[in-house]
């Protein structure tokens, strides 16, 4: 009887472990990401991710893949610009690499998986015609949704509904806004705008770190100098999650958090509970004057290069130089940084605003907990030795408990990239 008592107290300190809430964790302050050995294990990486060395224009895309989990712990990673993707089971073993079809056996061109709706429909990234592919887990094609505009986020919502960030260019502003789309209808509802001024003058020069050059003969080329701005003038994009039953629309430039129900409508405004950085004066002339310093290099040693440049890409070169100089001398304030970079939400509800890091490899976050009133409760980072983390939820989903991640293996041989299962520890 008394084995039987103390096996019992092991099965239900065991269960409490198990069940520590992610929360408690966060508060230590610094949480440990601890690789699951089992997870994927015997997997060939060199064989299953040999698309990491990809390069399209010169341009390397082994770290545009990404990953999307289904409820069973089934995972689909996306090769970005490759027609196929690749399944691990929930055991993170390889199952297959699949294309979209059709009942006909005809292969069906998509985007990237951008999310997966009741835990098992996956839908696509817009096409450049306003095409989202819905399929399987097994890449059936069921069916095409269209929308008229182009798109930054997406993410799914109970009822069949996707929230998505749509974006468009119109004569004189740009408009942000979300919209819900109803996946069986195709039918869609705008529940937030924003509007943006557009300068419809064809000198960059009225933009600051912003320079271009126009050739000629035609085509032309374009520099910026400093992170947050840019020529267009568009802010960065709203970032969307789901938690509580709310839809959470989060403004980076602003540190807005909106509520809003499922239907559509706006429960509530809200604002982070840090205050705003920026990149001070000191900092945006160190920036200018190591890109001067760049142009000017490039300049001199063109002479020397064994494929020296065109004349008039020097000229080009010289009249960027002269109006980044210009600029130089303007800099007499400081630039505001938005409030965060990047927004994930955990398995327990909560959502992780990740700040803007002020050293490399730094993830602050902080936690908001909507079944707490919707409040930040504590602020944390993770830390992992063996593992370079990229925080975005394209790279970093919650299941479970747990953080699956696709990421570099420090000191890895070959291919360097993997799928890992993460438990976190304080």
Same mark, same amino acid.
């Given at each position: ?21 992610? %929360? ?75 294309? $979209? ?33 819905? /399929?399987?887990? @097994?890449?059936?094609? %069921? ?20 929230? $998505? $960030? ?7 502003? !740009? ?103 920026? %990149?001070? &004066? ?16 490039? &300049? ?22 002269? @109006? ?15 409030? /965060? ?11 992780? !605003? /990740? ?9 602050? /976050? ?9 409040? !930040?409760?504590?602020?944390?980072? !993770? ?44």
């Amino acid at each position: 009887m008394k084995t039987l008592i103390f096996i019992s107290l092991l099965t239900v300190f065991s269960s409490a472990v198990n069940a520590q809430k992610l %929360i408690d964790i966060y508060k230590s302050g610094s949480v440990e990401l601890v690789a699951d050995e089992n997870y994927a294990k015997n997997n060939d990486w060199n064989k299953i991710l040999e698309t990491y060395n990809d390069t399209i224009y010169g341009k390397h895309m082994g770290n545009r893949k990404s990953i999307k989990i289904f409820d069973d712990g089934s995972l689909i990673i996306n090769h970005a610009y490759r027609n196929f993707y690749t399944k691990l089971g929930p055991d993170g073993k390889f199952v297959k690499e699949f294309t $979209v079809t059709k009942e006909n056996g005809k292969k069906v061109k998509t985007n990237h998986v951008a999310g997966i709706l009741e835990g098992s429909i996956c839908y696509s990234g817009l096409t450049n015609m306003g095409t989202m592919t819905c /399929f399987d887990a @097994d890449g059936h094609f %069921i069916k095409n949704l269209t929308l008229d505009y182009m798109s930054k986020d997406m993410i799914p919502l109970p009822g069949k509904k996707i929230a $998505v $960030v749509g974006w468009a260019i119109w004569k004189d502003r !740009f408009r942000d806004f979300v919209a819900i789309v109803d996946y069986e209808t195709n039918e869609e509802k705008i529940i937030w705008n924003h509007y943006t001024p557009r300068d419809n003058s064809e000198n960059d020069k009225n933009t600051p770190f912003s320079y271009s050059y126009k050739f000629k003969k035609g085509g032309m080329i374009g520099h910026r100098t400093m992170p947050f701005m840019n020529n267009l003038g568009l802010r960065p994009a709203p970032m969307l999650s789901y938690s509580n039953n709310k839809l959470i629309i989060a403004i980076p430039p602003t540190g807005e958090i909106l509520e809003f129900s499922l239907d559509g409508k706006k429960i509530g405004t809200k604002k982070v509970s840090w205050p705003s950085k920026h %990149i001070t &004066i000191e900092e945006q002339q160190t920036i200018q004057k190591k890109s001067i310093q760049g142009l000017k290099d490039r &300049i001199a040693n063109n002479s020397e290069s064994k494929k020296p440049l065109p004349e008039e890409m020097i000229e080009a070169y010289k009249s960027i130089q002269k @109006d980044m100089e210009a600029d130089l001398s303007k800099i007499k304030d400081p630039i505001a940084k938005p409030f /965060f970079s990047s927004i994930i939400t955990d398995s327990d509800g909560n959502i992780l !605003f /990740f700040e803007y890091p002020e050293d490399e490899g730094a993830n602050k /976050f902080n936690v908001y907990a909507l079944n707490q009133e919707g409040k !930040f409760v504590c602020s944390s980072t !993770f830390k992992c030795d063996d593992y370079d983390l990229v925080i975005n939820p394209g790279k970093m989903v919650f299941h479970k408990g747990y953080i699956y991640a696709i990421c570099h293996k420090k000191d890895a041989t070959g291919i360097p990239l993997r799928v890992v299962r993460f438990k976190l520890s304080n």
